[in-house]
């Protein structure tokens, strides 16, 4: 076996899932041709499953899940509040989960519900001060965090990341519309 396959096999064994690797392999042994596309894809997605596993990691300190994270960033600047089905739409959640993550806030003082003066069927929702303290540190924090991930990346790099991100997200709006033609636009 040449050492380029053996250093390329340990770089995929290390980045891949195992389901991934199984998948892989399995591609391998029956001679697909776009083994390499598929091994990309499958490191997109481990790259993609790991950044959520820390993101969680961090956030489980304060009891948070990723969506009550939104939440409270969401109504951070909004000392009026916001109506749950407002929110469950800017949150691009359902209002059954939005009912859920809100009852977790709400039951851990994060944020309170009040009823309209007018009319006692409107609710907004809004931070409390612990919410907004709570909201102002994590958000510091997360943005320092995701803006870590890509260190060292220079600008052109950035760049080049990103096209060739929207280049798979084209191939991907194109296999959703049933086509089976890849994009095959040349990177500029």
Same mark, same amino acid.
């Given at each position: ?21 199984? !998948?892989?392999? $399995?591609?391998?042994?029956?001679? &697909?041709? %776009?083994?390499?596309?598929? /091994?990309?894809?499958?490191?997109? #997605? @481990? ?57 977790? !806030?709400?039951? $851990?003082?994060?944020?309170?519900? &009040?009823? %309209?003066?007018?009319?006692? /069927?409107?609710?907004?929702?809004? #931070? @409390? ?60």
């Amino acid at each position: 076996m040449a050492p380029y396959k053996i250093i390329r096999d340990l770089t995929t064994m290390i980045t891949l899932e195992q389901k991934h690797l199984a !998948l892989l392999e $399995d591609a391998e042994r029956r001679g &697909h041709a %776009d083994t390499e596309n598929i /091994r990309v894809c499958f490191e997109v #997605l @481990t790259l993609a499953a790991a950044i959520d596993q820390a993101c969680a990691a961090r956030l489980a300190p304060h009891r948070l899940s990723e969506g009550k994270f939104v939440l409270l960033f969401l109504l951070r600047d909004l000392p009026q509040g916001l109506a749950p089905h407002e929110l469950a739409v800017k949150a691009g959640v359902t209002r059954a989960t939005i009912t859920g993550l809100l009852d977790g !806030l709400q039951r $851990d003082g994060l944020l309170a519900r &009040h009823s %309209d003066s007018q009319d006692r /069927r409107k609710i907004s929702v809004r #931070l @409390t001060e612990q919410g907004q303290a709570l909201a102002q540190h994590l958000l510091d924090e997360h943005s320092q965090w995701i803006g870590s991930l890509f260190a060292g990346f220079d600008q052109a790099e950035r760049e080049t990341l990103s096209a060739l991100l929207k280049r798979a997200w084209l191939n991907v709006i194109s296999s959703r519309a049933g086509c089976t033609e890849a994009v095959t636009e040349e990177h500029p």
